[in-house]
């Protein structure tokens, strides 16, 4: 069965909010990656000055839910307004599982990155169903330690 947890997208002010959410919650960050982390994406590299910001941050809050989230960056294509910065991520349990929910939430929507292997070993996809919300679906293919 998948699991769904809250993704928040910050203009800058991830690892702050992440480090007040962390004050209030307790716990650690199992994993805190920087956009200079990320290898170049189809021939982009990092832009100066957004090297520092959170690509990815998660915070166990419960034994069922993971805070997530990351800073924006407009020269990967999303600046963060009020109402896109957060969407739904769901991990699934199996590749056929990822693609079951992928395909039928993406219906009629707007797919803006399909399914595939990512970098982190998982296999990952994003999109705007066509109601307007968020999602991203995803699928450790590499057992984490």
């Known amino acids: 069965m998948a699991?769904?947890?809250?993704?928040l997208t910050f203009?800058?002010?991830?690892e702050e909010a992440f480090n007040f959410y962390k004050s209030v919650f307790g716990g650690e960050f199992p994993f805190l990656g920087r956009y200079k982390e990320m290898p170049p994406t189809n021939g982009q590299t990092c832009?100066?000055?957004e090297d520092e910001k959170i690509m990815h941050v998660s915070l166990p809050i419960s034994k069922e839910t993971i805070l997530m989230g990351s800073d924006s960056s407009e020269s990967f294509g999303h600046k963060t307004v009020v109402g896109n910065n957060f969407s739904i991520s769901?991990?699934?349990?199996s590749k056929e599982e990822a693609d079951k929910l992928f395909?039928?939430?993406?219906?009629g929507g707007?797919?803006?990155?399909?399914?595939n292997q990512a970098f982190w070993g998982a296999y990952f996809g994003m999109f705007t169903d066509k109601f307007g919300v968020q999602w991203m679906v995803n699928f450790d293919t590499q057992p984490k330690g």
């Open 11 to 14: 203009d800058g002010k991830c």
């Open 103 to 107: 395909n039928g939430l993406s219906a």
């Open 47 to 49: 832009p100066p000055g």
């Open 110 to 115: 707007q797919v803006t990155m399909p399914m």
């Open 3 to 7: 699991s769904v947890n809250p993704y």
């Open 90 to 93: 769901i991990n699934a349990d």
